[in-house]
């Protein structure tokens, strides 16, 4: 790729949506302007809205006995409120109320988004994180669009992970750093290969070890190569946000190029690749985190970190 190009359209950062009656027609006017938008809230604001919804069944669909059947009451309203949340997303892009939409399962279990009806006409890719109490759904209608996102106080180790996580060149530069810099750049790298997989569809499936990031000349996150089936790096946008200041968001963006395509509408609904070593906990780490994008607290208000 070469660096001095013009990039992809950086991520705006994420709209904040307080719940189902909230600001829908920023994220569809967002979705007219770039094609593609990420969405955040947390599972409590939704929380009494789903309680009261009668169509609460109807509303999960084919999901009604995984959410039935996870046994702790928390985890049932945060797996229905993130499903509440992809439904409400993906019906702003397609200009169509959520209870319309369902949700199905390709084999292997990718899930797709169903009751699109034949005079909608759009290509759409949505994809899931949620990690604690934050939900983050993004939303792209100009190719495969993939988030995910970790607290920014997981202490993760880079001695157990650097194997599984980086590239030679990756852990030669994190090994370089001071141990509080390490940590936060490993986070950010981590969640940054979580997005681009899901924009994959490859999940769990891909080593992060096989794939590289890097930065050009104006300081973008780009692809060290471009190993996805030919695909030039340069069709891949990424970001990372801060949300809440307590959340590290990634994601991946790859634009699809212009002209007819084979209408299909796809669903990653993964939230983490892997529940092990991410799930120490220890102090926020030291030094500063490095963001390439504008970050925002959650609630709209866009900023810069130092």
């Not at 993760?156 to 530069?173: K, M, N, P, Q, W």
């Not at 810099?181 to 790298?189: G, S, V, W």
């Not at 992060?208 to 030039?232: H, I, K, N, Q």
Request: with cysteine; proline share 8%.
């Amino acid at each position: 790729m070469d660096p001095t190009r013009p990039g992809p359209e950086p991520f705006d950062a994420p709209l904040h949506v307080p719940g189902p009656e909230g600001s829908w027609d920023e994220v569809s006017d967002r979705l007219d302007d770039v094609g593609r938008t990420l969405v955040c809230t947390t599972w409590g604001q939704w929380l009494t809205p789903l309680l009261l919804d009668p169509a609460l069944r109807s509303m999960l669909g084919d999901d009604w006995p995984r959410y039935r059947q996870t046994p702790a009451a928390a985890g049932r309203m945060r797996f229905a409120a993130s499903r509440f949340v992809m439904k409400y997303a993906a019906a702003a892009a397609l200009n169509v109320p959520a209870h319309t939409l369902d949700l199905g399962y390709r084999p292997g279990g990718r899930p797709v988004l169903r009751g699109l009806g034949e005079d909608v006409d759009v290509d759409l890719d949505v994809s899931l994180a949620h990690t604690d109490e934050l939900i983050v759904v993004g939303v792209s209608r100009t190719g495969p669009i993939g988030v995910d996102a970790e607290p920014v106080d997981r202490d993760v180790s880079f001695e157990l992970l650097r194997g599984r996580v980086c590239t030679a060149e990756e852990d030669d530069v994190l090994a370089a750093l001071p141990e509080g810099e390490r940590r936060a750049r490993l986070l950010r790298l981590w969640t940054l290969k979580e997005a681009y997989t899901k924009a994959h569809g490859h999940g769990r499936r891909r080593r992060f070890s096989t794939f590289g990031f890097g930065e050009d000349s104006r300081g973008r996150v780009v692809l060290a190569d471009a190993p996805d089936e030919g695909a030039e790096a340069g069709e891949w946008s990424f970001a990372t946000h801060l949300v809440q200041d307590r959340y590290l968001v990634s994601a991946a963006h790859r634009r699809r190029p212009a002209g007819p395509g084979a209408r299909g509408v796809a669903v990653d609904t993964g939230s983490r690749s892997a529940a092990g070593p991410l799930e120490e906990r220890g102090p926020r780490p030291q030094g500063q985190l490095r963001f390439l994008r504008p970050v925002t607290s959650g609630r709209g208000e866009g900023r810069r970190t130092p």
